[in-house]
């Protein structure tokens, strides 16, 4: 699902990552940390279930970001991930606009189910390509 308020420059759009998404991640990436992919080990950490990697997730905002700004340059983001995102929960991807900063554009990841950010950061734009 997609949402957009064009006129407050804030777009959304949700997204339910799956187990599956974690394998092929790790498969790509090497990361294959068991805390990812490993739904037995999983269970036993405070987490309860496999958590997501955090660059995964950014993957997921990079390529919405592309898709909202086409041919703006990617220069640089900040990203941090103070909650786990878990499989087979939705997640609501967020991007705002600031008026007083054109070329910065607001994210945040949060879990639909309690509102809790697995993502937050900033990603600035260059000029168009």
């Not at 759009?13 to 992919?37: K, Y």
């Not at 983001?77 to 606009?97: R, V």
């Amino acid at each position: 699902m997609t949402t957009a308020d064009e006129a407050q420059g804030t777009h959304s759009f949700t997204w339910i990552p799956r187990q599956a998404d974690f394998d092929a991640f790790a498969d790509l990436s090497g990361d294959d940390n068991p805390i990812h992919v490993d739904p037995a080990f999983s269970a036993r950490t405070r987490f309860g279930r496999t958590v997501s990697h955090g660059m995964l997730l950014y993957t997921r905002v990079f390529a919405r970001l592309q898709a909202l700004y086409p041919g703006r340059a990617h220069r640089v983001q900040t990203l941090m991930f103070p909650n786990p995102a878990y499989a087979d929960e939705e997640l609501t991807i967020s991007f705002s606009e600031n008026p007083q900063q054109p070329d910065r554009i607001l994210i945040e990841v949060a879990r639909s189910a309690d509102g809790a950010v697995t993502l937050s950061g900033t990603c600035d734009l260059g000029e168009r390509r």
